[in-house]
């Protein structure tokens, strides 16, 4: 299972006590939702972008709790429900956000001779990659956020890697008739989370 992760409150996400789905929504609302239910069975929550698990602290009181889930990044201009705070003055943010990119000299130097500056230049590129794409990297990632929720909580069930040699080939009708029989709240999120896996048809 993959090293859990830290999230912002308005992260989308369902929270899994054993086998059992006992939350979906925003991670704030979620983890409150856990604390409130004191289930006997482990839980865990998964970002649904991702399927990767997401850390929770529930110690103390709620707002306790939520004020561990510190924004992050544009996260910080929005409340729980993902509505923005009053806005700053100045310049609009525009959603863009800052983070570090490493480079050697002569493509920075490309960059910076390139119409409307560096930030400019690597929004084309990154715009042009992904129109070239064909949708190959959005259908990789669902292949990759299924197998990180089954390998957290799927790994003991039958069938098991006969399902994942099936979301790995392509084979979403032979991946959804390998978990059929599994319980239904954990197969039912397997499959949402499938939505954008490649077919065999597409690769």
């Known amino acids: 299972m993959s090293t859990p992760t830290s999230a912002p ?8 006590a054993g086998h059992r789905r006992i ?6 609302e979620v983890a409150l939702t856990i604390k409130a239910c004191a ?13 990767r698990v997401i850390d929770l602290d529930l110690r103390g009181t709620d707002a306790e709790v939520l004020a561990r889930l510190a924004p992050v990044g544009r996260d910080a201009d929005k409340d729980l429900a993902g509505r923005p705070h009053g806005r700053p003055r100045g310049r609009p943010r525009l959603g863009v956000t800052a983070r570090e990119v490493t480079l050697l000299p002569r493509h920075w130097e490309w960059l910076a001779a390139q119409p409307g500056g560096a930030s400019q230049a690597l ?3 990154v715009d042009e990659a992904r129109r070239n794409d064909g949708g190959q990297s959005r259908s990789k990632a669902a292949q990759e956020r299924v197998y990180r929720f089954l390998a957290a909580l799927a790994g003991d069930l039958p069938g098991y890697e006969e399902a994942i040699r099936a979301l790995f080939a392509g084979d979403i009708g032979g991946f959804a008739d ?3 029989a599994w319980p239904p709240d954990l197969a039912a999120y397997a499959l949402h989370l499938a939505q954008d896996a490649p077919t065999q048809e597409q690769e």
């Open 9 to 16: 409150p308005t992260t989308p996400c369902t929270a899994f």
């Open 23 to 28: 939350a979906s929504g925003l991670l704030g």
């Open 178 to 180: 390998r978990i059929a």
């Open 123 to 125: 929004r084309r590129l």
């Open 39 to 51: 289930s006997e069975d482990p839980v865990l929550v998964f970002d649904d972008a991702t399927g």
